[in-house]
């Protein structure tokens, strides 16, 4: 069997790749842009990588071609696969018909923190001794790659609204059919694909509508948009979580303003103590729903709590990339205003008053739209110094939206522009915070050897 990918480089076509090797299928893809750190994980398995996307990656032609939804109709590659008459089918499809078949899954679900909650879920479960397979959009510090088969019946996705390929509009996580499904959040996002936040939730109803009677559901209980969604119908028996809600079943009791250190309460009962290196609300309520999805999979809390105190992070989740001359700087993929904020919020609470230098790309095709604009501003006050990136493409202008910006922005057009910028404004103690869901032309690199020289 051989199944060709395009756009095997993406986080979770990648991702696809490492699960069909892992099972014994001839893999080789294609993709406009082939660079580490998948590029790098991709060959240490075998797989051949192509540069672009010619007909000829495809001649002899695989068994299967798998589609990422990055591509559309009028690429060379798609358009010689249906011209030729080849199979072709989603990277959710193949998921769900080769690996997804008869596992217990156990799906994240939400507009923030996918990825960090389906890391801590899966690290749960192997500290409990339970080999789960994982398809994660992010490197998790404890496994080192995004993706494995696993040897037990449990499988933990990263459950996507994104929607499926250029044939198949409905959202990725349609196809994953859980048993154990955890709604984290809800907000408006991927305007270039859903008009509306209406639009998002009709797709969140698809979901619940796929976990059986005899599954979960853990939601979070203080989001009105997924109180709206189960509203709409459901089947399946309902836990929430809430940081604030005494009367909610999963609560926490927090020692710490940066949450590093926290109690987890069910029903109102202690169930023990949470201490590790994750920062702010947003780790703690990720911790929280991980440990409540893990007991449905049979995990007893103070298992899944000992395995917080050993979890190693995500990559691009608060990663520190470096430290010079006294100043940390910071990677995290945070893109939504609201992501921003709460992890700006949680470094806060860490560094206390020390500077936090703030550098972000507005880089999600939302942000670009400028569906976001509204609320940038609001959600870097937190830092003591901004730099935004303003590429040429982006439609409207940073300095319109933050204007009213109580902390100091700098905008600017070039990564060597702000990396100078920053360098000399930066004295021992910053922290630097570098957000982008992109690789912002290996600024943290740029920054490191810069401060090192000054």
Not at 66 to 72: K, L, P, Y
Not at 341 to 346: D, S
Not at 384 to 401: F, H, M, N, R, V
Not at 414 to 423: G, K, L, M, R
């Amino acid at each position: 069997m051989h199944i060709h990918i395009l756009g095997i480089c993406g986080t979770f076509m990648g991702g696809i790749a490492l699960l069909a090797r892992e099972h014994g299928v001839q893999v080789s893809g294609s993709d406009a842009n082939v660079y580490p750190p998948m590029s790098t994980q991709l060959s240490k398995m075998g797989i051949a990588l192509n540069e672009g996307y010619e007909p000829a990656h495809l001649d002899p032609a695989p068994d299967c071609v798998v589609i990422g939804n990055a591509m559309s109709r009028g690429n060379a590659a798609v358009e010689y696969t249906l011209n030729e008459g080849l199979t072709y089918t989603s990277g959710p499809q193949w998921l769900s018909e080769q690996v997804l078949q008869n596992r217990w899954v156990l799906a994240v679900a939400g507009t923030h923190g996918k990825t960090s909650t389906a890391s801590i879920l899966a690290w749960i479960l192997e500290y409990a001794g339970l080999s789960p397979g994982f398809l994660i959009g992010g490197v998790p510090g404890n496994f080192g790659l995004s993706a494995r088969l696993g040897s037990g019946p449990f499988f933990v996705v990263e459950a996507d609204e994104y929607d499926t390929a250029f044939f198949d509009k409905r959202s990725k996580f349609v196809h994953y059919h859980p048993r154990t499904l955890i709604l984290n959040n809800l907000e408006f996002d991927h305007a270039d694909i859903f008009p509306d936040l209406a639009a998002i939730q009709t797709q969140f109803h698809h979901l619940v509508r796929t976990v059986p009677g005899n599954g979960l559901i853990i939601t979070n209980d203080t989001d009105a948009n997924l109180d709206a969604v189960l509203e709409r119908g459901c089947w399946t028996p309902v836990e929430r979580v809430s940081l604030r809600r005494s009367e909610t079943q999963w609560q926490v009791r927090k020692h710490t303003d940066d949450g590093r250190c926290f109690e987890v309460m069910l029903e109102g009962k202690y169930m023990g103590t949470v201490n590790w290196d994750q920062l702010g609300d947003h780790s703690v309520h990720n911790a929280l729903v991980a440990i409540a999805a893990a007991r449905h999979a049979g995990v007893p809390v103070a298992q899944a709590i000992a395995a917080l105190g050993e979890f190693k992070g995500v990559k691009r989740r608060m990663e520190v990339r470096g430290e010079v001359n006294g100043i940390t700087i910071y990677d995290d993929f945070a893109h939504h205003p609201t992501a921003i904020a709460t992890t700006l919020q949680g470094l806060r609470h860490r560094v206390g008053d020390a500077r936090i230098l703030l550098v972000l790309e507005p880089r999600s095709n939302t942000m670009r739209m400028g569906a976001h604009r509204g609320s940038l501003a609001a959600s870097m006050q937190a830092a003591d110094y901004i730099w935004l990136y303003q590429p040429a493409d982006i439609g409207w202008s940073l300095s319109d939206e933050t204007g009213s910006s109580e902390v100091p922005v700098a905008i600017k057009e070039s990564v060597e522009a702000i990396t100078a910028d920053v360098v000399r404004n930066a004295r021992a103690g910053d922290h630097i915070l570098v957000m982008s869901n992109g690789a912002f032309g290996g600024i943290h690199d740029k920054l490191l050897k810069s401060l090192q020289v000054n």
